[in-house]
């Protein structure tokens, strides 16, 4: 088995998790649309949207379960509003998680800030950098603490109205989906090869060589590195 055979191996499975990653975005901001433009056009004229009604509710929990649907990598998917932009605040986050039977069901967050369990999402980069930049956001793998409290990687996709940011439509992708995605390619490539996030910090890897959340010294390996070919990139692949 040649080097080349390897590296075409692998970029095909980086083109592949690569296209996946890509339609994700494309149905986020698919949703992001569709709210801003349902909701967006019967608050045109208040700063703060809502209090939404039931039926203003079931169309986002709608759009996520059509997301978890489309995206057997989703865990959980909805929309997270600017506490600034609503009047509800127990409307913040419209959120829809696959239950342990897999069908959709809704997941509830604390925002009581007196509580020790209160949801403190707004420096997240998910949230923060989209609503600072106005562009999509990937992130690397984190504890989602008092959130849905497990390993992910959240993809979001920022809307805005004529007074500016609103809020995001978001996803999530838990880290364990990852690993048995990149198990099942494995079978499939002659190489090992590990998924590295942000500055090199391995998510998952296919080699107990590379543990994951360890960093990867770039100055004491001598493998290859490609980045995944998505739009928004985040995520490479590295192999020997």
Known sequence: ????????????????????????????EGAAALVRRRLGSENANSRRWG????????????????LLERHPLVYGAGII?????IVSPEQLIPWRVRGESGAPEAYGFDFDEHSRDYYDFLQ????AEP???GEPKFTT?????????????TAAVPFADDYGFVGVAGSDIEVSTLERVMMRAAKNVSGRFVLLGAEGRIVCSTTARFLPG???????????????????????????
């Open 1 to 28: 088995m040649t080097l080349m055979s390897v590296e075409e191996e692998i970029r095909g499975f980086a083109h592949a998790l690569a296209e996946d990653l890509d339609r994700l975005f494309d149905d986020l």
């Open 51 to 66: 209090p939404f009604q039931p039926d203003q509710l079931r169309m986002m929990e709608a759009e996520a379960d059509s």
């Open 81 to 85: 509003f600017d506490p600034d932009r």
């Open 124 to 127: 997240l980069p998910w949230f």
């Open 131 to 133: 609503k600072a930049t």
């Open 141 to 153: 793998p984190y504890v989602d603490f008092l959130g849905v409290d497990e390993y992910i990687l």
């Open 214 to 240: 360890e960093l990867l010294e770039q100055d004491t390996v001598s493998g290859h590195q490609l980045m995944l070919p998505t739009r928004v990139p985040t995520l490479s692949l590295y192999w020997e």
